[in-house]
Nanobody, 122 residues
Framework: QVQLVESGGGSVPAGGSLRLSCAASGDTHTGYWMGWFRQAPGKEREGVAA????????FYADSVKGRLTISRDNRKNTLYLQMNSLKPEDTAMYYC???????????????WGQGTQVTVSS
């Protein structure tokens, strides 16, 4: 089992940037696909981005392409999400997760962090 802790959330105006981090510990996370997910109040959790164990393959939800970038540093056991050109509709709790398959389907991810809040004001 891998333990995940997110950080870096905050409140920014529209057009601003944030960088989320997810520190992994316990069972090595280097063999896992890693993903970022978000959930806004009253909405279902949605996949935002995912990255392969080696970091060479990434994919994104259409709503964030060109604005959000997922990356990982396996030496530091850390996952990142660089968020640029933020919009009010990006406001949500953001979670990182570890899974064994390439997917943005949250049901395929088994280990989850507690989340970090991102709020974008208009």
């Amino acid at each position: 089992q891998v333990q995940l802790v997110e950080s870096g959330g905050g409140s920014v105006p529209a057009g601003g940037s944030l960088r989320l981090s997810c520190a992994a510990s316990g069972d090595t996370h280097t063999g896992y696909w890693m993903g970022w997910f978000r959930q806004a109040p009253g909405k279902e959790r949605e996949g935002v981005a995912a990255i392969s164990p080696g970091g060479t393959v990434t994919f994104y939800a259409d709503s964030v392409k060109g604005r959000l970038t997922i990356s990982r540093d396996n030496r530091k056991n850390t996952l990142y999400l660089q968020m640029n050109s933020l919009k009010p509709e990006d406001t949500a709790m953001y979670y990182c997760a570890a899974g064994s398959r390439a997917s943005l389907d949250s049901t395929l991810y088994k280990s989850w962090g507690q989340g970090t809040q991102v709020t974008v004001s208009s």
